[in-house]
């Protein structure tokens, strides 16, 4: 992908910590029943759903597995129960996804390349959020060799998918902005047709440096309906409190002096941080 991420993650160093070790393997993911990813997409797709993110410690996850574990099954692919998402955002110029979601507005889009880093698979994904608070999520398969770029069948599907609630959208206009990596485990409760994800390991580069979530947290995902499910209860009962929060939003607005998310900024150097590069007067790299 074309974004240039010359900056460091801090000094270096990368905690040992993984998904795997966040809990003892006696009462972890390995306390689960497993499923699969074909009876995942059969009882809980969720492409029209209701997301509730939450920025919390590792200790919250760690408290919250042994309750989870009696309503949801974990997500296993080839073995695993976690895999490495690797992800490049399209956005304009003056970054006007980003903006969007910033400035609160009910209808915004996204587009990004997606990698499933273990299992060389690609596809491209377009998420819109209605004036209701839905998100709707339109997927396409790509190739590999196609991750981290938008032309072809792929830049088709992406004009395709956009044009109806986005016509204004020029989609030749948008470029790679960002390429964020992270670890992620799907518990899956399929009785009632929903899941929660976990995050860790997340770190992002942009042309205007590097961003990542500290290692002590995860960024917690449920996704479902419009009433909270028995696993966002559970969350708040630990103190965890739901949050508008983006990957590629909270990390642009740590590096772009122009995006003003106060909202995240509240957060750098407690479990967010950044690295800047050089940048121009105008607070462009």
């Not at 296993?76 to 129960?81: C, K, N, P, Q, T």
């Not at 396409?140 to 981290?148: D, L, V």
């Not at 309906?225 to 590629?248: H, M």
């Amino acid at each position: 992908m074309a974004v240039d991420g010359g900056a460091g993650r801090g000094d270096g160093r990368r905690s040992v910590v993984t998904l795997d070790l966040i809990v003892d393997r006696t009462d972890g993911l390995d306390a689960f029943d497993s499923v699969s990813l074909a009876e995942t997409v059969d009882r809980a797709d969720l492409s029209h759903r209701v997301d509730r993110k939450y920025l919390v410690p590792l200790g919250t996850v760690r408290d919250a597995l042994p309750e989870l574990a009696t309503t949801h099954r974990v997500l296993e692919v080839a073995g695993r129960f976690s895999t490495t998402y690797s992800t490049t955002y399209f956005d304009t110029h003056d970054l006007a996804s980003c903006r969007a979601h910033i400035q609160g507005r009910r209808r915004r889009w996204k587009v990004r390349s997606r990698l499933y880093v273990e299992d060389g698979l690609c596809r491209v994904e377009v998420k819109t959020r209605s004036s209701r608070g839905r998100t709707v999520k339109a997927v396409a398969p790509s190739e590999s060799g196609r991750h981290g770029h938008l032309s072809g069948a792929d830049r088709e599907f992406v004009a395709r998918t956009l044009e109806p609630d986005h016509p204004e959208l020029d989609v030749d206009a948008l470029r790679p902005t960002a390429e964020i990596t992270y670890e992620r485990s799907c518990l899956v409760d399929v009785d009632a047709g929903r899941r929660l994800t976990i995050d860790h390991r997340l770190s992002s580069v942009l042309a205007h440096g590097r961003a990542w979530v500290d290692d002590g947290f995860a960024v917690v995902e449920t996704k479902g309906g419009a009433v909270p499910s028995e696993a966002d209860r559970l969350l708040v009962r630990l103190g965890a409190r739901p949050r508008s929060f983006s990957k590629y939003v909270a990390t642009a607005s740590l590096l772009y002096p122009d995006l003003a998310d106060n909202d995240v900024r509240a957060l750098r150097g407690w479990c967010l941080h950044c690295a800047p590069r050089d940048t121009d007067q105008e607070g462009r790299p």
